[in-house]
């Protein structure tokens, strides 16, 4: 069965820290990748992507992520985090033979100013 | 372009009652997912519909119900209310059901009494 997690809950970071998410997902097929974010009182929406190709890919706000393969990760990483990262970030294989999107329980990230 | 709609914003039920919402994907999408999100169990798929035909099912009961009109307009339905049923429902709308890349709703903040 696909399954997604995510290895922490709860980040704390000062401004200018840097950050990496972990998220490890587990399904035997092939599946396009996802991270999305939740801003304090908004909708998700997304922050960047990976289908196919350089497994090194950038999203918006200077976020990227890296697709290993061979561990079954797609980490999250900003050099430099901000005061208006505070957010709930979440990781979300989706399994592109069923169009079934699974999401990680999600890492709240709090940057103190 | 206008962005995914859900109706109502708030609902508040009694146990036992059903209840119906609504999502307005986005022009030209054509898959329409809804999740269930609680600070206990976070985004849990429901389900997921594609040209009026519901392509995958979450581990819900059979309480929670769906379907999707031939304007891509989708509904759900919960009946006979639990407490526990009191959660976010969010409504993803998709272009396609190749990439998986989801557009979010508001959603619709159901709190059962």
């Known amino acids: 069965a696909q399954s997604v997690s995510q290895h922490n809950h709860h980040v704390i970071l000062s401004e200018a820290a840097s950050l990496e998410l972990g998220c490890n997902y587990s399904?035997?097929?092939?599946?396009?990748l996802f991270w999305y974010v939740q801003y304090p009182g908004q909708h998700l929406q997304l922050l960047l992507k990976?289908?196919?190709?350089?497994?090194l890919v950038k999203g918006i706000k200077g976020f990227e992520a890296e697709f290993i393969k061979s561990k079954f990760s797609f980490n999250l990483r900003k050099p430099s985090v901000q005061w208006s990262d505070t957010a709930e970030y979440f990781c979300?294989?989706?399994?592109?033979?069923?169009?079934?999107?699974?999401f990680g329980a999600g890492t709240r990230l709090f940057v103190k100013a | 372009k206008a962005g995914v709609t859900q109706t109502p914003r708030y609902l508040i039920k009694t146990r036992g009652q059903q209840v119906t919402l609504s999502c307005s994907p986005i022009?030209?999408?054509?898959?329409v997912s809804w999740y269930q999100q609680t600070p206990g169990q976070g985004l849990q798929f429901l389900f997921e519909?594609?040209?009026?035909?519901?392509?995958n099912k979450g581990n819900f009961p059979g309480r929670f119900s769906g379907r999707q009109f031939s304007n891509s307009r989708s509904e759900m339905n919960v009946s006979t209310l639990e407490l526990g049923d009191s959660a976010l429902y969010l409504c993803?709308?998709?272009?396609?059901?190749?990439?998986?890349?989801?557009?979010f709703g508001q959603g619709t903040r159901l709190t059962v009494v």
């Open positions: 993803a709308s998709s272009i396609d059901r190749e990439t998986g890349e989801a557009f």
């Open positions: 399904y035997g097929g092939t599946v396009n």
């Open positions: 990976y289908f196919s190709g350089d497994p």
């Open positions: 979300a294989p989706c399994d592109t033979g069923g169009f079934k999107t699974i």
């Open positions: 022009s030209g999408h054509r898959s």
């Open positions: 519909y594609f040209s009026e035909t519901q392509r």
